[in-house]
């Protein structure tokens, strides 16, 4: 990504995680082969690392008086951690539901944690406000460019430890899409440099959404082309709970470009194949990836999947955030 003269990337080490075949969750699930992508193990223990850390670049680069985030727990640890090292004041709103681990990284890393009752559309709104009194810059999902060009690291890594060639489905737990949207952008950036082998084309993606908060795979079933938002959102997957997500007509776009999926998993099957992806493994799994992996078994058993595919699933955070 490009820097400025002189500048250095605000980084932790975020990146080059492993991507683990599983021959027995292939069996299991019904396909012919599969991979984990375990995002786990990035600093913060998300995937929202990659993302902050080009924020955060940028950020620093343009002289912010100050950093601002909703967030539904991990993209408010990310923050609190690269805006520490960038030198740069953290102002972080979150539902009180979050996970409680994810919550004191939040504060152990100095940044200033809002507590707030509802969920992360209501943080939204206060980031929102806050962001215009004091001047800060608002990191919010998809709201600025700079955390989506950080999410296509795990396109350009999902092509370069396959070999330089593509799978047939990624399947991706899905609360505000900027993973989606990131991994789609790296591809299609990759096939017109040429760097695939002539011929290649975008895999499928699965969206996966908890039964308790599924805007994307309520609007994808009805042919729409935005979401509405959804009321009362509820599941112990924090975060997949985001009501309205800001990129609804862009993920639409693209599981209707790639013929993909969009549906939800109930909260049993949700913990069943959290702690089938850990013990199957030895991942650990947080519960969006269970969710990813119980809506894989789902379209495979529906036929929308075939067993013939090669499919990557990724396993977004840690289990550990979600232990207190």
């Not at 299991?28 to 993302?51: C, H, M, Y």
């Not at 009805?222 to 309205?244: D, F, Q």
Request: glycine share 12%.
């Amino acid at each position: 990504m490009p820097l400025l003269p002189h500048e250095s990337p605000v980084s932790l080490g975020e990146g080059l995680t492993p991507m683990i075949e599983s021959p027995a969750l292939a069996a299991e699930i019904g396909v012919a082969r599969l991979w984990v992508k375990d995002e786990g193990q990035n600093p913060t223990a998300s995937f929202k690392a990659r993302g902050m850390s080009a924020a955060m670049t940028r950020a620093r680069g343009a002289g912010v008086p100050g950093v601002v985030v909703p967030t539904a727990g991990n993209a408010g640890a990310a923050l609190a951690a690269y805006g520490a090292a960038a030198g740069l004041p953290v102002q972080v709103f979150a539902p009180r539901t979050t996970p409680r681990p994810i919550l004191d990284t939040i504060e152990a890393m100095g940044a200033t944690l809002v507590r707030i009752d509802g969920h992360i559309g209501d943080a939204g709104k206060l980031a929102l406000a806050f962001a215009a009194e004091h001047g800060f810059f608002n990191v919010s999902t998809l709201r600025e460019p700079y955390r989506v060009e950080g999410m296509k690291s795990m396109g350009f890594e999902l092509a370069e430890q396959l070999g330089w060639r593509l799978p047939d489905v990624v399947v991706y737990p899905t609360g505000g899409g900027e993973g989606t949207i990131g991994i789609w952008k790296a591809i299609n950036e990759m096939i017109a440099a040429g760097w695939l082998p002539a011929g290649s084309a975008q895999p499928r993606y699965v969206v996966a959404q908890a039964e308790g908060c599924a805007p994307i795979a309520r609007a994808f079933a009805a042919g729409h082309e935005k979401a509405e938002p959804w009321i009362n959102p509820l599941t112990y997957a924090a975060g997949l709970r985001v009501p309205s997500p800001l990129g609804d007509r862009l993920l639409l776009k693209v599981l209707r470009e790639t013929k993909g999926v969009a549906s939800a998993a109930c909260e049993s099957d949700i913990a069943h194949w959290t702690k089938r992806l850990a013990t199957a493994t030895g991942i650990d799994a947080a519960p969006e990836g269970g969710c990813a992996l119980s809506v894989l078994r789902d379209s495979v058993i529906q036929g929308t999947i075939s067993t013939h595919a090669e499919v990557v699933v990724f396993n977004t955070g840690s289990g550990a955030s979600y232990r207190s």
